[in-house]
């Protein structure tokens, strides 16, 4: 119980009740007498003063009271669902509410097992995400769950400007849906070209030390941003891209990750604030360059799929770079900076209106794969128009596929 709990807010819880502070001295007690664990707080400060010191100011930052207890045990009910579902899950904030709803239509559109959804959006998208997605066709096969965004409440501020709005989100994600196994996160502007299945098949090809499965950042050094420009430690020889990230979140709440800040190892929820707090100054890409440093640090724990699997416009506005999508066509598509909605990169926006366009339950070669096509023609005056065929490559293969497991009544 104690090592699977977040430390730092058992620090924190104790050091409440202690001072009776009143509105939250009732809260934190039926917390802890929640999870039967009040045994434990005379424990965690002895723990504290002898393991810790050397970094005891830090854990006030990390805080976790407000927002990683209440979330973890408000969204408690994954016990009483098994595991057989495939859990995705998304952070909508801003204006990212047609993408993220695109993104969900194409993973409904192709996927066999069920999916559940865990949707973390800020509070003024929750009305329009709940109509537009009880109208989905779901066939029983698709659940939900809209959360709000959840920060350590007192470092709040720190971790949402540290990137994109409410990106490093996906940080917590382990320490907030405790009872679910495994997910797979991703970025709103992803794209499934094919089953979420096929993804999610990689976690039974985990070896023993992995924990999580990612992308290389690039494919080509020449090109790479961490090999040439980054000021700290970064996974393998170009980084990686955390859009599309796969996690075994079991064993990411129960690993202890070598770092450079301590020789004692920390787990995941005691590792975030103070690899922020060292590199604070030295990052570009926010929680990106902290998946960098642990796993620069962990690499044993990291399982590499190859790009087509996270497929961007890097690997094609310089010329093709991406030789397994060459081959196979791109599985899944990653349209980041903002190509699905300027007229940068006419592809990758043309796959996206094509998905956003499409209505379910119509023909998908007649209402999805031929007017894509003839978009996709009009772009080959760019670099990834050049290349068009494997924006489809894959497409056209889900699509037959789909139809013969409907023919075959699966
Ligand atoms: C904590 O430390 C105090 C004094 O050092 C000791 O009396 C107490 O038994 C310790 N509690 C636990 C749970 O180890
Ligand atoms: C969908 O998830 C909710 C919790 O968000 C749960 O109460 C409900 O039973 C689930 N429905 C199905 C069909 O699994
Ligand atoms: C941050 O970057 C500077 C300049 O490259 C470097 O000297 C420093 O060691 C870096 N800090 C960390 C914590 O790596
Ligand atoms: C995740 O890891 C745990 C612990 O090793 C294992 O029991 C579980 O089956 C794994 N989940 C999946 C989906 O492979
Ligand atoms: C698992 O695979 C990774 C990456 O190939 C490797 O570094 C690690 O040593 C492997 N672990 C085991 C136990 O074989
Ligand atoms: C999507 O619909 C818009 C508006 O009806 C149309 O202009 C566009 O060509 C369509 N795109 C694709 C790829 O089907």
Redesign the pocket.
Known sequence: MFSSLNYLSFVLLCSMRQRSYKTFWKEADSLVKSVGVSHLCSRCQNLSVSFWNSYWMLPSDVCGMNCFWEAAFRYDYMKTHPSEKMHLAVVACGERLEETVTMLRSAIIFSIKPLHFHIFAEDQLHESFKDILDEFPYEGRVNYTLYPITFPSESAAEWKKLFKPCASQRLFLPLILKNVDSLLYVDTDILFLRPVDDIWSFLRKFNSTQIAAMAPEHEEPRIGWYNRFA???YYGVTGINSGVMLMNMTRIRRKYFKNDMTPVRLQWGEILMPLLK??K??ITWGDQDLLNIMFFHNPESLYVFPCQWNYRPDHCIYGSNCKAAEEEGIFILHGNRGVYHDDKQPTFRAVYEAIKNYSFGDDLVHSLLQPLEQELQKTTHTYCGRVYKVFIKQLTQSIRDLYARRSKGR
């Open positions: 000021r700290h430690p060292k590199y100054l030295n």
